[in-house]
């Protein structure tokens, strides 16, 4: 009999560690009483895109209840429910149903976080994670209708189906908020809400001063938002009605993971999973540049948009936390390193306070202004002043600020800086002792220097040619300085030309060691050495699989010389635009180059310190190596030569059905001008010809005006390829092509996507809904009686009075809404 009972009891503790085993592991979707959640375990959405659990952010030891994607290997926050108030034991803490609400207890058993509902209901209540990542609450296991959900308590993440909104009966927002840091997801400073009296979103710091709006929603989109106009991935709406407004969106392809965040920058970011390369991918982000966010720096901080990071203390001040600076986190600023005197001339040294000069600032806000005659008026304002820790004065009069310096903003060369007198304690400045030490100290060590530098100048002349040319093959990553009669001997006085264009020619050559290299012997370089020098090491610090390296450059006098790796296949144009059957590119090798260039502009157009713009993407500037990898050539050549575009225009006579329309009527031009570049060039992938030809009868033949009727049409696409393909193509990828390209060369620049986009369409990431007709093509059949289309069967131009005239009209249809 004890046996008996002793195996009984066996099989219970077995059956019990089997079901706590198997609630650990995969988790059911809810919470109750008698099934609460506490150290490891968690809920997992019914269908496997949500969990939520215990979780420490980064390097904390204290944990959150928290929500986030399953699906995602790095793990991704959407929810927390704790903000505020952190645990540190999570396995003797527990997330339960108590007396209907859902409630949050703490190692002693206090409850630090709940649903706080007046709740009549016993413990019947269960928590549900949906796999929308709404947490809801319900009265009893079989309702249908939440009593609460997490959607209408957002913290920093906006999912899909998620409203922001303004409630008209309660005169309540919900607000998304950033964390305080990577580590700490207590509310911090910047906050998205609806303002409901304007229709549109806007971004606070600390709820109190705006500094971005979205612009007015005008039944579309928000008009300073112009990326919406890109919606084949979200679906957004607006609702205003008597009880509330809002604005929600939902995506397309529910495959897809996406969501917006009030990141801890203090910009609003959109952002789409890319799980080949297990990383997010930044959409967009407003405002566009960081230092356009109020007082990210804090206090007696400047923010710098060219360095990295933004922010620094400005002279004589020191960050208040220095933890949370290197956590990206500056709200709390800068503090003094030394207290001012304040007039009190017996205390310290017995000097009073002085001023330290920032040059080219953008100045903090309220100032109060000063009746004063002259700037030494104004100096003495503030320095007899006890709270006042600057001044400035020009010709709109003297301003001084008796509170914290918030928003300073250090502005390049060229914008409207202005100057400002920051006071410090005297202690800051060096006395006229140190400073007499240090200029002699300065002449004394440059006699020195200067004498040694002379007694080596001969040993340097000496190895420099030896030095420069073998610096070449172990200079792996950086620039190379050649000597100009050296690339004269590598390129045996520049007899061997593979192309040249706008910018110059291009000649092969051989250096010492047998490596090959092609040197482009750039044009009508304007720019002084010093300047020419920090632009190629720009473009030399650039690095991507799908960018030439640029190995070295030549600068002596006007001889302005680049060198690069040299591609042995040549460009891209030599091997799709030519007849030459032994160099057809078949239509994988296509897809994949495309890609690859894509890939290699979104690098320079959203990856780089500084965007990049090429300005002159066409076949000529793709290059190939020995594998086929496209590598794009010239980027970041257009700023080498000040971006002369009328000599760019008359140079480039081959290339200027490339350029974008905004850029031929003058306007300046974006990122989004290569993207139009590359969509023209995409349709050559497809018809392995150039767009615009001129046959003898004086008729234009243009293929994107075809290519783009039948792809909006719904037409055979594959009927666009270039013959010598025989139809062998992925329809799934041609199609993808055709719809990117129209897209790309719409007339608005804002309706084009950007490359980023470009790469996740083309790697089946993202859908791509069907475009609008651009406007230019619309032209060409506006006056059709002068063009002629492609066929797919041959070379031979077609009349359009073949096509079908309801086709026509179709077409124009559409470009009149458009």
Not at 429 to 436: C, D, I, L, Q, R
Request: charged fraction near 20%; include cysteine.
């Amino acid at each position: 009999m004890n046996i008996k009972n002793s195996y009984c009891f066996l099989i219970s503790v077995l059956f019990l560690c089997f079901s706590l085993n198997t609630y650990l592991t995969y988790g059911a979707d809810t919470i109750s009483a008698n099934r609460p959640l506490s150290g490891s375990q968690t809920v997992v959405s019914s269908g496997g895109n949500v969990e939520l659990g215990f979780f420490n952010p980064g390097n904390s030891s204290n944990f959150y209840i928290g929500m986030w994607y399953k699906k995602v290997s790095l793990q991704t926050i959407v929810w927390v429910a704790n903000q505020d108030r952190p645990i540190s034991d999570k396995f003797s803490s527990e997330l339960t149903i108590l007396q209907g609400n859902l409630v949050l207890l703490n190692e002693s058993g206090t409850p630090i976080w709940s649903t706080n509902l007046n709740s009549t209901t016993s413990n019947s209540s269960v928590a549900v994670l949906l796999d929308d990542g709404n947490l809801v609450l319900r009265e009893t296991p079989n309702s249908s209708e939440p009593i609460w959900q997490s959607f209408d308590y957002p913290t920093n993440t906006w999912l899909p189906g998620m409203k922001i909104a303004y409630n008209k009966r309660t005169k309540t927002k919900q607000l998304l908020t950033s964390w305080k840091n990577q580590e700490n997801p207590a509310p911090g400073l910047f906050s998205l809400e609806l303002d409901p009296f304007g229709s549109q979103y806007i971004i606070k710091w600390n709820k109190t001063e705006q500094y971005w709006t979205s612009g007015r929603w005008n039944g579309q989109i928000f008009s300073l938002v112009p990326e919406m106009r890109l919606n084949y991935i979200y679906n957004f709406s607006y609702v205003d009605n008597e009880n509330e407004s809002y604005f929600t969106y939902s995506l397309y392809n529910p495959q897809t993971i996406s969501r917006f965040i009030m990141d801890v920058s203090g910009q609003v970011k959109q952002l789409t999973w890319l799980d080949p390369s297990k990383s997010w991918n930044l959409f967009w982000s407003q405002p566009r540049q960081q230092c356009e966010v109020y007082a990210f720096c804090g206090a007696f901080g400047t923010c710098n948009q060219n360095s990295m990071p933004f922010c620094s203390c400005v002279k004589g001040f020191k960050p208040r936390s220095d933890h949370d600076w290197n956590l990206s986190d500056y709200s709390g600023g800068c503090v003094r390193e030394t207290g001012l005197q304040c007039g009190n001339t017996s205390a310290g040294n017995g000097k009073r306070d002085r001023f330290w000069v920032q040059n080219q600032m953008g100045l903090p806000q309220y100032p109060q202004s000063v009746a004063v005659g002259s700037a030494a008026e104004c100096e003495s304002t503030c320095l007899n002043n006890c709270s006042c820790n600057a001044y400035a004065y020009d010709s709109s009069g003297c301003s001084i600020w008796d509170l914290d310096l918030l928003n300073l903003q250090q502005l390049s060369q060229g914008d409207s800086g202005k100057t400002i007198y920051i006071k410090l304690n005297a202690s800051e400045f060096p006395s006229s002792k140190n400073k007499m030490r240090i200029i002699i100290g300065a002449v004394v060590g440059s006699v020195v220097v200067v004498l040694v530098a002379l007694s080596l100048v001969w040993v340097v002349i000496q190895r420099q040619r030896r030095r420069l040319v073998s610096s070449a093959k172990a200079g792996e990553g950086s620039l190379v300085a050649f000597g100009y009669k050296d690339l004269q001997t590598a390129t045996k006085n520049f007899s061997e030309k593979l192309g040249g264009g706008g910018f110059g020619s291009v000649f092969k050559g051989t250096l010492p060691d047998s490596t090959v290299i092609a040197v482009k012997r750039l044009e009508s370089i304007s720019q002084g050495e010093k300047q020419f020098r920090t632009e190629v090491s720009t473009i030399g610090a650039v690095q991507h699989v799908n960018l030439v390296r640029l190995r070295g450059f030549c600068s002596e006098g006007d001889k302005k010389l680049l060198v690069y790796d040299y591609m042995p296949n040549g460009s891209l144009e030599s091997h799709l635009l030519h007849d030459e059957d032994s160099k057809v590119l078949d239509w994988k090798t296509r897809y994949q180059i495309a890609l690859g260039t894509a890939r290699g502009l979104a690098y320079l157009h959203e990856k780089c310190r500084d965007c990049i713009i090429h300005c002159d993407i066409k076949p000529e500037n793709i290059l190939l190596d020995a594998e086929f990898c496209p590598k794009v050539a010239d980027f970041g050549l257009a700023k080498l030569v000040g971006r002369d575009f009328s000599r760019v225009l008359t140079t480039m006579r081959g290339t200027r059905g490339y350029l974008a329309p905004e850029w031929i009527s003058g306007v300046a031009i974006t990122a989004k001008a290569d993207v139009y570049s590359y969509g023209m060039m995409l349709f050559e992938f497809i018809s392995g010809r150039r767009n615009s030809e001129q046959s003898e009868d004086g008729k234009v033949k243009f293929f994107p005006t075809w290519a783009a009727s039948v792809t909006i049409e719904g037409g055979d696409v594959l009927s666009l390829l270039d013959h010598r393909l025989d139809g062998i193509a992925e329809l799934e990828e041609v199609t993808r092509m055709c719809r990117v390209a129209c897209w790309c060369i719409q007339e608005d620049e804002n309706r084009r996507p950007s490359m980023g986009q470009v790469v996740q369409i083309l790697e089946g990431v993202l859908d791509v809904n069907l475009p609008p007709i651009p406007r230019s093509l619309q032209l060409f059949i506006e006056n059709q009686e002068h063009i002629v289309f492609f066929t797919e069967s041959s070379s031979a131009p077609t009349d359009p009075s073949n096509a079908s005239s309801q086709s026509k009209s179709t077409i124009s249809s559409r470009s009149s809404k458009s």
